[in-house]
Protein backbone atom coordinates (compact mmCIF):
# COMPACT_ATOMS: atom_id res chain seq x y z
CA UNK A 1 0.00 0.00 0.00
CA UNK A 2 0.94 3.41 -0.63
CA UNK A 3 -0.07 6.55 0.51
CA UNK A 4 0.30 10.20 -0.01
CA UNK A 5 1.45 12.55 2.50
CA UNK A 6 -1.80 14.56 2.68
CA UNK A 7 -3.38 11.54 2.59
CA UNK A 8 -1.91 9.77 5.62
CA UNK A 9 -2.28 13.68 7.70
CA UNK A 10 -6.10 12.86 6.81
CA UNK A 11 -6.56 9.24 7.87
CA UNK A 12 -4.54 10.28 10.82
CA UNK A 13 -6.64 13.05 11.37
CA UNK A 14 -9.76 11.62 11.29
CA UNK A 15 -9.61 8.41 13.36
CA UNK A 16 -7.54 10.24 16.20
CA UNK A 17 -10.56 13.07 15.73
CA UNK A 18 -12.82 10.23 16.55
CA UNK A 19 -11.71 9.05 19.33
CA UNK A 20 -11.01 11.95 20.87
CA UNK A 21 -14.39 13.52 20.62
CA UNK A 22 -16.35 10.23 21.83
CA UNK A 23 -13.79 10.04 24.86
CA UNK A 24 -13.36 13.72 25.66
CA UNK A 25 -16.70 15.06 25.57
CA UNK A 26 -20.19 13.76 27.55
CA UNK A 27 -22.85 15.12 24.89
CA UNK A 28 -23.10 13.95 21.31
CA UNK A 29 -23.46 17.36 19.72
CA UNK A 30 -20.06 18.28 21.50
CA UNK A 31 -18.49 15.16 20.77
CA UNK A 32 -19.25 15.92 16.75
CA UNK A 33 -18.16 19.42 17.48
CA UNK A 34 -15.03 18.73 19.26
CA UNK A 35 -13.67 15.74 16.75
CA UNK A 36 -14.73 18.28 14.07
CA UNK A 37 -12.24 21.39 16.00
CA UNK A 38 -9.65 18.36 16.41
CA UNK A 39 -9.43 17.56 13.19
CA UNK A 40 -9.52 21.06 11.80
CA UNK A 41 -6.33 21.75 14.39
CA UNK A 42 -4.64 18.50 12.74
CA UNK A 43 -5.45 19.17 9.56
CA UNK A 44 -4.37 23.10 9.94
CA UNK A 45 -1.69 22.47 12.26
CA UNK A 46 0.30 20.57 9.60
CA UNK A 47 -0.46 23.27 6.98
CA UNK A 48 1.19 25.79 8.84
CA UNK A 49 3.89 23.54 10.09
CA UNK A 50 4.70 22.63 6.32
CA UNK A 51 4.82 25.86 5.46
CA UNK A 52 7.34 27.03 7.96
CA UNK A 53 9.30 24.21 7.12
CA UNK A 54 9.17 25.16 3.59
CA UNK A 55 10.26 28.83 4.70
CA UNK A 56 13.01 28.10 6.97
CA UNK A 57 14.73 25.89 3.76
CA UNK A 58 14.04 28.78 1.41
CA UNK B 1 -28.99 27.07 45.79
CA UNK B 2 -26.44 25.38 48.18
CA UNK B 3 -28.56 22.23 47.40
CA UNK B 4 -28.39 22.78 43.86
CA UNK B 5 -24.89 23.21 43.67
CA UNK B 6 -24.36 20.15 45.60
CA UNK B 7 -26.87 18.35 43.43
CA UNK B 8 -24.85 19.60 40.44
CA UNK B 9 -21.69 17.84 41.82
CA UNK B 10 -23.02 14.43 42.80
CA UNK B 11 -21.50 12.43 40.88
CA UNK B 12 -23.18 10.66 37.77
CA UNK B 13 -25.03 7.29 38.24
CA UNK B 14 -23.23 3.94 37.59
CA UNK B 15 -24.58 2.85 34.41
CA UNK B 16 -24.02 -1.10 34.78
CA UNK B 17 -23.68 -3.89 37.20
CA UNK B 18 -20.75 -5.25 35.27
CA UNK B 19 -17.25 -5.05 37.27
CA UNK B 20 -15.66 -1.97 35.73
CA UNK B 21 -12.22 -4.03 35.66
CA UNK B 22 -13.95 -6.08 33.39
CA UNK B 23 -14.63 -3.48 31.01
CA UNK B 24 -11.73 -1.72 31.33
CA UNK B 25 -9.87 -5.12 30.33
CA UNK B 26 -12.55 -5.94 27.24
CA UNK B 27 -11.70 -2.02 25.85
CA UNK B 28 -8.30 -2.86 26.41
CA UNK B 29 -8.62 -6.51 24.50
CA UNK B 30 -10.98 -5.46 21.91
CA UNK B 31 -11.36 -2.04 20.37
CA UNK B 32 -14.56 -0.64 21.55
CA UNK B 33 -15.39 -3.52 23.51
CA UNK B 34 -16.07 -2.12 26.91
CA UNK B 35 -18.43 0.78 25.10
CA UNK B 36 -20.36 -2.35 23.62
CA UNK B 37 -20.71 -4.12 27.37
CA UNK B 38 -22.00 -0.65 28.22
CA UNK B 39 -24.87 -0.94 25.12
CA UNK B 40 -23.24 2.14 23.92
CA UNK B 41 -23.11 0.39 20.28
CA UNK B 42 -22.46 3.79 18.15
CA UNK B 43 -20.10 4.83 20.15
CA UNK B 44 -18.47 1.54 20.47
CA UNK B 45 -18.44 0.82 16.62
CA UNK B 46 -16.93 4.01 15.90
CA UNK B 47 -13.82 3.34 18.16
CA UNK B 48 -13.64 -0.61 17.13
CA UNK B 49 -13.63 1.09 13.08
CA UNK B 50 -11.05 3.86 14.07
CA UNK B 51 -8.79 2.13 15.95
CA UNK B 52 -9.04 -0.89 13.94
CA UNK B 53 -8.41 0.50 10.65
CA UNK B 54 -5.37 2.42 12.24
CA UNK B 55 -3.39 -0.84 13.41
CA UNK B 56 -4.48 -1.64 9.51
CA UNK B 57 -3.57 0.89 7.79
CA UNK B 58 -0.03 0.99 9.49
CA UNK B 59 0.38 -2.90 8.93
CA UNK B 60 -0.29 -1.92 4.88
CA UNK B 61 1.83 0.54 5.18
CA UNK B 62 4.74 -1.81 6.54
CA UNK B 63 5.00 0.04 9.56
CA UNK B 64 6.96 -2.10 12.34
CA UNK B 65 4.90 -3.78 15.55
CA UNK B 66 7.73 -3.60 18.24
CA UNK B 67 8.70 -6.56 20.66
CA UNK B 68 9.91 -6.80 24.00
CA UNK B 69 13.07 -4.74 23.53
CA UNK B 70 15.69 -2.97 26.40
CA UNK B 71 17.34 -1.64 23.36
CA UNK B 72 16.29 2.55 23.13
CA UNK B 73 14.16 4.11 25.72
CA UNK B 74 12.24 5.01 22.45
CA UNK B 75 12.04 1.21 21.11
CA UNK B 76 11.05 0.64 24.41
CA UNK B 77 7.86 3.58 24.38
CA UNK B 78 7.16 2.25 21.04
CA UNK B 79 6.09 -1.21 22.47
CA UNK B 80 4.76 0.09 25.41
CA UNK B 81 2.25 2.04 22.42
CA UNK B 82 2.13 -1.05 20.46
CA UNK B 83 0.63 -3.15 23.98
CA UNK B 84 -2.19 -0.74 24.12
CA UNK B 85 -3.81 -2.90 21.00
CA UNK B 86 -4.24 -5.40 22.78
CA UNK B 87 -5.53 -8.41 20.68
CA UNK B 88 -4.46 -6.65 17.64
CA UNK B 89 -1.10 -6.94 18.72
CA UNK B 90 -1.04 -10.46 19.99
CA UNK B 91 -2.12 -11.44 16.36
CA UNK B 92 -0.37 -9.21 14.80
CA UNK B 93 2.48 -10.70 16.82
CA UNK B 94 1.33 -14.45 16.26
CA UNK B 95 1.47 -14.10 12.66
CA UNK B 96 4.24 -12.33 12.28
CA UNK B 97 3.13 -9.02 10.82
CA UNK B 98 4.58 -5.96 10.56
CA UNK B 99 8.24 -5.81 9.21
CA UNK B 100 10.99 -5.80 11.32
CA UNK B 101 12.56 -3.41 9.99
CA UNK B 102 11.59 0.00 8.60
CA UNK B 103 12.53 -0.45 4.66
CA UNK B 104 10.86 2.58 3.46
CA UNK B 105 10.57 6.36 4.16
CA UNK B 106 6.37 5.77 4.44
CA UNK B 107 6.89 2.54 6.84
CA UNK B 108 7.61 5.55 9.50
CA UNK B 109 4.38 6.62 9.08
CA UNK B 110 2.90 3.11 9.48
CA UNK B 111 4.80 2.43 12.21
CA UNK B 112 3.55 5.33 14.05
CA UNK B 113 -0.05 4.86 13.03
CA UNK B 114 0.42 1.55 15.04
CA UNK B 115 1.77 2.97 18.31
CA UNK B 116 -1.33 5.23 18.26
CA UNK B 117 -3.88 3.17 17.49
CA UNK B 118 -2.86 1.11 20.61
CA UNK B 119 -2.64 4.73 22.71
CA UNK B 120 -6.02 5.86 21.35
CA UNK B 121 -7.50 2.38 21.87
CA UNK B 122 -6.11 2.84 26.18
CA UNK B 123 -7.79 6.10 25.99
CA UNK B 124 -11.27 4.52 24.88
CA UNK B 125 -10.70 1.86 27.62
CA UNK B 126 -10.24 4.25 30.36
CA UNK B 127 -13.50 6.33 28.46
CA UNK B 128 -15.68 2.84 28.90
CA UNK B 129 -14.46 2.59 32.67
CA UNK B 130 -14.80 5.67 33.72
CA UNK B 131 -18.50 5.33 32.14
CA UNK B 132 -19.46 2.20 34.48
CA UNK B 133 -18.11 3.82 37.44
CA UNK B 134 -20.00 7.08 37.10
CA UNK B 135 -17.04 9.43 37.15
CA UNK B 136 -18.28 10.35 33.40
CA UNK B 137 -22.12 11.36 32.95
CA UNK B 138 -22.79 9.62 29.52
Known sequence: MTISHFGAVLLFSLF???VFGITQRSDPKMMIRFGAFCFALFVGGTIVASWLMWLIKH | MTTNVQAQAR????????PPVLILIAGWLIPGAGHFLLKKWIRGTLLLVSIVAMFGIGLALKGKVY????????DMLNFAGDLGNGLLYVIAR??????????IAIADYGTKFIV??????????????SLAIGRKAS
Do not use: R, W
Open chain 2, 67 to 74: GPNTAELL
Open chain 1, 16 to 18: TSI
Open chain 2, 11 to 18: PAQKTTTL
Open chain 2, 94 to 103: VFDLGAATEQ
Open chain 2, 116 to 129: VAGLLNIIAAVDAH
